[in-house]
């Protein structure tokens, strides 16, 4: 497998849509934790969670008209 060939991403894998349901449904069904972003050990992945969720927070103050937030 060649890398970065016409794409935006290093890799792509191409899967029938019904099998990445199935493991999405499996996948979100077996959460326990309660805090999502406290539940992240990895503090590379924590920064990286909190970096998209601050963006998505962003938008959605923008697209109900809120002031946006102080970081």
Sequence with gaps: MEAWVGT???YRATLPRARVAEAMA???TEIK???FKGS???RWRHEAYMRI???L???QDRREGR???KR
């Design 8 to 10: 935006d991403y290093a």
């Design 26 to 28: 499996r996948a979100a």
């Design 33 to 35: 934790a309660t805090n």
């Design 40 to 42: 992240v050990p990895e």
């Design 53 to 55: 969720w601050s963006v």
């Design 57 to 59: 927070a962003e938008e």
């Design 67 to 69: 002031p946006p937030r």
